[in-house]
């Protein structure tokens, strides 16, 4: 007596087509979930860094010709005085943006009397761009490395310009801002995070 054959069951054609509406609603439900809580409760301009606590990487920048200032190494943020290195480009729009922020940095008396520095690093900019953008917007750098190349931004971390370091007396990197700095940033976080390498 012979067997007869079992019937091989054909999966359903229906049965992942089906499913993808409902994948797509999980994973769009996620990203909206995600970006609400990036709004909410988290702050875009403080990314982490992993260099906030180490010694600023090593680099040394010749200097903006014709700006009359010096360029820049990793040797001048260790001379014993809180250093404010920018990173900024004459081609990047929120540059322009932050700049009037940064000539307000300057004003701060109590920065003065600690003789805190604000210094520049241009980069990926042409020296003839850069020198017309700080003649417009004026120069509040006390010395400008540029970076042509971009290698010291690469050892920065650098996510995109503009970026801004607090750099305490010793060469420690105390704090990272992200992004164009407003009147309102200057005063309410990079300000008080200057105030504690002073302590």
Not at 66 to 95: E, I, M, Y
Not at 159 to 180: L, M, N, Q, S, W
Request: hydrophobic residues 40%; aromatic residues 8%; contains cysteine.
């Amino acid at each position: 007596m012979t067997e007869t054959p079992k019937k091989i069951e054909q999966p359903k054609k229906g049965g992942v087509l089906a499913a993808l509406p409902l994948i797509g609603f999980v994973l769009l439900a996620g990203l909206f979930l995600y970006m609400f809580q990036m709004r909410e409760g988290r702050d875009a301009s403080v990314l982490p860094s992993p260099l906030v606590g180490r010694p600023a990487p090593s680099f040394t920048l010749e200097a903006l010709p014709g700006s009359g200032k010096p360029g820049l190494s990793d040797a001048d943020l260790r001379q014993g005085h809180t250093t404010v290195v920018n990173l900024f480009a004459s081609w990047c729009g929120p540059c322009r943006v932050e700049h009037p922020s940064l000539r307000l940095l300057l004003e701060d008396p109590m920065l003065k009397i600690n003789d805190v520095r604000l210094v520049g690093i241009a980069y990926k900019d042409e020296p003839a761009n850069a020198l017309k953008f700080l003649s417009t917007e004026g120069d509040p750098y006390a010395a400008i490395g540029m970076d042509l190349k971009g290698r010291a931004a690469i050892d920065w971390g650098l996510t995109g310009v503009p970026e801004t370091f607090v750099v305490r007396g010793d060469g420690t990197i105390a704090y990272k801002y992200t992004g164009p700095m407003t009147e309102q940033a200057l005063r309410e976080k990079v300000l008080p995070e200057i105030e504690k390498t002073l302590r």
